[in-house]
């Protein structure tokens, strides 16, 4: 029998462990997660600039023969599938976008993310790991962490490379990323957004991409930010649904 093929891409500080327990929720589903460059075992891969990133997907894809896929991206992940989706591959029938930025619009604001971004960097280069994290996890995307939550995420995030995370923040930042919100709306690829109740930057965002394009389809989970890691079972079924309209 013929299962759909789902390809995963986690968030930054993130790996391809990440997506194990929505994976176990997903046995009809062949699900291949990647580490991405510069975290879990490929820190030795870092990206040079974002726009490499199409290339590295399409090798791994090369890989593994993958030829008709969907591809599912949290946060920093959903960000580069994007652009990926945005770069016209082959074989790619749908995206999926866990709590993932379209793009800045506004200069003011790419010029304030790229401050903000390169102050953290510095902080992930020069301090330890530990400490960088525990502020970092304060910040007011991750407000639905309990103290227990936070301690696990810095105890299991900690295990990564402090020059591999810097550089891969100055490569990727949000302040690097094209605008795709207009490449949206003119799309044809289905896109699945999914966001989390708590996490209202990223509810709005998903509300207004599926009121500007016909082919998004917005659904709010209960949660924050990362939702495969608080309600993999809902965001699992959500999944399972979305992918049964295609063929396979």
Known sequence: MTRPTLVLLHGFLGAAD???TLREQLPKVQ????DLPGHGQATAQCLRQMADFPGWLTQQLARRQTRQYHLLGYSLGGR???QFAASHPVGLQSLILENAHPGLSTVADRQLRIQSDAR??????REALTQVLADWYQQPVFQDLSPTEREQLITARSQNSNRALAKMLCCCS????ADYQGWIKTSTLPILYLCG???RKFRQIGTQLAA???QVQLTCLAGGHNLHRVTPNSMA????????????
């Open 212 to 214: 500007a394009c016909p």
């Open 18 to 20: 990440d997506w194990s």
């Open 80 to 82: 580069l599938a994007l």
């Open 174 to 177: 949000l302040a690097r990323q």
């Open 237 to 248: 079924a959500v999944i399972r649904q979305w992918l049964n309209a295609f063929p396979f």
């Open 197 to 199: 109740e708590q996490d």
């Open 31 to 34: 699900c291949i997660a990647l």
């Open 120 to 125: 953290w960097a510095r902080r992930f280069h």
